[in-house]
């Protein structure tokens, strides 16, 4: 269980995300809003408090693994990393222009602190049972965290690893769903209907938690439930909403890829620093 | 070095040869994994499944997963081996190969079995005709086809210290030995089998035997034709070709491929770009595979020494025009 203080904290490095997700997406004029805002809370809790990382060493042999298997929202994992420290904050801004470290999908080679490649949709996720795997081979005690897209789940490569996974029993292994219920082409259940994704992984073997995407303190406690799990892989179904936290893109309702002016960054950040000032001027 | 094995020499079958000489290896280095997709009993991996159980993964009928699960594996060091017939390793494994681990600069060796008609009674849907014309899209990829089981022993050590993506195709049941079982080999270097003066055979896996029996018949008509075994498909000899585009004026490619996008295209590539010279190729033009043994489809498909002397003869007369 988080602290009060912790919870707190983990909120107001959410904003901090947020704040820099924007830079990002401002800077190449458009992006893929609505994913990269609605993992902001996941990426707060797992490089908050979760994963054992060292921005000073990004490629430390024993530190937990990320793959980010919807590779398209790289601007909020590229926000966190460098909230974090993993690269300098004015990077930010020069995302998808010619010669940047932070392609709009995530590139190991290119960024530091990424840890696995990813764009083609379905791909990640073996990439991080393997890495799951490749702990165990070696005996080694990293954990392997993954965020998957609900859309990307219309991808059989994800139920090939989900049954890999179970199968050889990955308990160091976390995927944690977005579920913000939207794809490219409009809400996941017109465009192929998902049925109940936490029941899918659970009949895959997965010990499977379903929380408030947005509450730092649920998942926090879902990732502390997977580490004690044994024996089984854990999914964390994240019921998230698409844009959260860009009040143009929670307006326009869908809101996969949308422009980002000047005015909206600058209102969008203004609604950011009130949000932490008056998370600083709450009780610890 | 590398010398020829006299004729109907036989080795063990090429598929036992890859297991045993990978658990030789895998004693020395603990890195190295296998993974296979529901044909471990078929690829001649069971071998090292007993040997090495722990570090031996069967996935299920599954490739994609498997290549995407072998480049997660060997972010840490490991240096997992994949195995799949070669018309899944090829048409099933290119996304993974080429975003989970080329692009992303990391270390797998996958292993397609059977390439196009070496799949026999198989029949077409899995004759893979063109893995290895998939896989040469691939930056920095490596492909190997190696020529017989000699020659897989001799370059499985290059191989598992070699960092990046290889394709390796190997023909399970081979056992008719090219190579002396001391023979050795160089990855990226073409090698020199009999000299001539005339043309050049350039082939590659089971059209070598096939190109040094066409340069005999050839000879008896009294034309020198040198032969060449091109068992690296990428990187290509570029050197060696020019020498045999400007030594011999003309080349022939002979491969177990579909012509689209095999070796003579890439062949074709260099010597357009060096010395331009007639060029014919052998190869699987715009069909697609069939049941049969191996000799009927080397027929049907015109990959015998008598169909290579042909455009052997053929590459000739157009020389000069």
Redesign the interface.
């Known amino acids: 269980m988080l602290t009060k203080k912790e919870i707190k904290e983990l909120n107001i490095f959410a904003c901090e995300i947020r704040k820099a997700t924007f830079s990002a997406i401002h800077g190449a004029g458009r992006g893929h809003i609505g994913g990269a805002m609605s993992m902001v809370e996941a990426l707060a809790v797992l490089y908050g408090k979760e994963m054992k990382i060292d921005p000073k060493e990004p490629r430390m042999?024993e530190r937990d693994?990320f793959?980010l298997s919807k590779g398209h929202c790289g601007p909020s994992l590229y926000a966190t990393l460098a909230v974090k420290g993993f690269f300098p904050r004015e990077a930010l801004p020069t995302m998808n222009h010619g010669g940047t470290i932070l392609p709009s999908h995530v590139?190991?080679?290119k960024t530091p602190g990424i840890?696995?490649?990813?764009?083609?949709l379905g791909?990640?996720?073996?990439?991080?049972?393997?890495?799951?795997?490749?702990?165990k081979?070696?005996g080694?005690d990293y954990r392997t965290y993954c965020i998957v897209g609900d859309g990307e789940c219309d991808e059989g490569?994800v139920w090939?690893?989900a049954?890999?996974a179970a199968?050889?029993k990955l308990d160091n292994l976390v995927v944690l769903v977005d579920y913000n219920k939207q794809q490219l082409d409009g809400w996941t259940k017109d465009v192929c209907d998902l049925g109940d994704i936490g029941a899918k992984f659970s009949q895959f073997g997965w010990n499977t938690v379903e929380v408030d995407g947005h509450n730092v303190s649920a998942i926090y406690d879902a990732l502390e439930a997977a580490r004690a799990c044994k024996g089984q892989p854990t999914a964390i179904i994240l019921d998230t909403v698409k844009g959260k936290g860009c009040s143009y893109a929670e307006k326009a309702g869908l809101c996969h890829h949308l422009d980002m002016t000047d005015e909206q960054f600058a209102q969008e950040t203004a609604l950011q620093d009130a949000r932490i000032d008056a998370l600083r001027k709450e009780e610890d | 070095m590398f010398q020829l094995a006299p004729k109907n020499t036989k080795t063990e079958p090429m598929r036992d040869v890859l297991a045993k000489t990978l658990i030789e290896l895998a004693k020395e280095n603990e890195n190295i994994v296998v993974l296979d997709a529901d044909l471990i009993g078929a690829s001649g991996l069971k071998a090292f499944q007993k040997a090495f159980p722990e570090r031996t993964f069967d996935c299920g009928i599954q490739e994609g997963n498997m290549v995407g699960v072998a480049a997660g594996l060997s972010e840490n060091g490991l240096i997992p081996f994949t195995h799949t017939f070669s018309c899944f390793a090829g048409r099933k494994c290119i996304d993974q190969a080429f975003l989970s681990a080329s692009y992303a600069g990391l270390n797998i060796k996958m292993i397609g079995s059977d390439g196009a008609v070496t799949a026999t009674t198989n029949g077409g849907s899995h004759q893979g005709m063109e893995d290895m014309g998939i896989f040469r899209n691939l930056n920095n990829i490596t492909i190997v086809e190696p020529t017989d089981a000699n020659m897989l022993r001799a370059l499985l050590p290059a191989i598992v210290d070699s960092y990046g993506v290889f394709y390796i195709r190997q023909f399970r049941r081979c056992t008719d030995a090219v190579y002396t079982e001391d023979s050795t080999f160089t990855l990226g270097k073409g090698n020199l089998l009999r000299d001539g003066s005339d043309a050049t055979i350039i082939a590659a896996g089971i059209e070598v035997p096939e190109a040094l029996k066409a340069a005999e018949l050839l000879a008896e008509e009294g034309l020198q034709i040198r032969v060449v075994d091109m068992f690296t498909w990428k990187p290509l000899d570029e050197e060696l070709i020019v020498d045999c585009a400007s030594k011999t004026g003309a080349i022939v490619t002979a491969e177990n491929h579909c012509l689209a996008t095999g070796l003579g295209s890439a062949v074709a590539s260099v010597v357009t770009k060096t010395v331009p010279v007639p060029m014919e190729m052998i190869g699987v033009d715009e069909q697609y595979g069939e049941v049969g043994d191996l000799n009927y489809l080397m027929k049907k498909f015109n990959l015998t020494a008598e169909d290579i002397a042909a455009k052997v003869k053929k590459a000739i007369a157009r020389k000069g025009r």
């Not at chain 1, 840890?115 to 083609?120: I, R």
């Not at chain 1, 791909?123 to 702990?135: K, P, Q, R």
């Open positions: 042999p693994r793959v590139d190991r080679l840890d696995f490649s990813a764009g083609s791909t990640g996720i073996s990439v991080a049972v393997g890495s799951a795997l490749g702990a081979v070696k080694l490569q090939e690893a049954m890999f199968s050889k």
